[in-house]
């Protein structure tokens, strides 16, 4: 086999396409991590693996789709998970999954919502259930920023306020801020690290670099080519895409054309505010050298308020 190539040598350039398609679109994540398929099943057991690998007590071997026809909320909408899961360990513990893409109102608050769903999905009818409650983990990869922070990965669970120990493992939380996630890649590099470029700058690669070269990024590279997709796929894929593209032009194009309008608005307002703030100083009896130190204003504008 060829060596690979280092990351500066497998950019693609400006008129060239990547192969490889945009993981953070929903279908193209499913494609490569489909848990109903051997192949892109193993993507993902790696995948959470990597991820999760602070809070698991054991390795996840072996995952498949957890089909819910409800939430019992009653809302459709809240259903918005990539994979509903559930995992086996490597000693045959069940926990459940759930893997979401994408930015939300209320971020931290939907997560705790989503986790508790699971749970409350455990529930079986009758009364003979315990509430063996499975330990549950839901992790949001999210392309805009959240935390003020520089942390990329962000862990939560229930703890131990004195101790600080966990409490209890039953809600789990991993949020994972792509957008903090630098054009950069070593040899040396954490699995997660490598995963977290990986998710994010794909598909501006024209092939898998030196930097990456091991069996799971090769592996899921193939399974992640546009190539791959069927007809129906790859225009729902490009569907995506050009609606993206539709936005970001249209809110460029509204704002170039009316930007002297705009900025007109906005100097007008703050014009505005600044003159009421220094009419109220005045009937206070705030001598108008002040005033205008505050306010910007000139003496004469002062005068005639």
Not at 7 to 19: Q, R
Not at 215 to 222: A, D, G, R, S, Y
Request: glycine share 2%; proline share 4%.
């Amino acid at each position: 086999m060829a060596k690979r190539k280092p990351l500066k040598d497998c950019i693609v350039k400006p008129g060239e396409k990547s192969p490889f398609a945009n993981l953070l679109v929903d279908l193209a994540f499913k494609k490569a991590f489909d848990p109903d398929k051997p192949s892109s099943r193993e993507n993902l057991v790696n995948l959470l693996n990597d991820l999760l690998e602070p809070q698991l007590k054991r390795p996840i071997k072996n995952v498949w789709t957890r089909n819910v026809a409800k939430n019992l909320s009653g809302s459709r909408e809240s259903r918005t998970a990539i994979f509903d899961l559930h995992c086996e360990d490597d000693m045959g513990n069940l926990i459940e999954i759930e893997v979401q893409i994408r930015k939300q109102d209320h971020f931290l608050k939907r997560l705790a919502f989503y986790a508790s769903e699971i749970i409350a999905n455990q529930a079986e009818p009758g009364d003979e259930w315990d509430y063996d409650i499975k330990p549950t983990y839901v992790i949001a990869l999210t392309q805009h920023t959240m935390f003020d922070d520089d942390r990329i990965v962000h862990r939560a669970t229930v703890t131990d306020l004195d101790t600080g120990e966990q409490f209890l493992d039953t809600f789990n939380f991993t949020a994972i801020e792509l957008s903090k996630v630098p054009f950069f890649i070593e040899p040396g590099s954490s699995s997660l690290r490598k995963w977290l470029f990986f998710l994010r700058f794909l598909d501006k690669l024209k092939e898998l670099p030196a930097e990456l070269d091991e069996k799971k990024f090769e592996q899921l590279t193939e399974s992640s080519k546009v190539s791959k997709f069927s007809k129906e796929e790859f225009e729902a894929y490009q569907k995506v895409y050009h609606e993206k593209w539709d936005h970001n032009v249209m809110v460029k194009g509204v704002f170039e054309e009316f930007a002297d309008e705009i900025n007109a608005k906005v100097a007008e307002s703050v014009s505005e505010k600044t003159h009421e703030m220094a009419k109220a100083m005045r009937e206070q009896g705030v001598a108008d050298s002040i005033i205008a130190k505050v306010s910007g204003l000139s003496i004469e504008e002062i005068a005639r308020l």
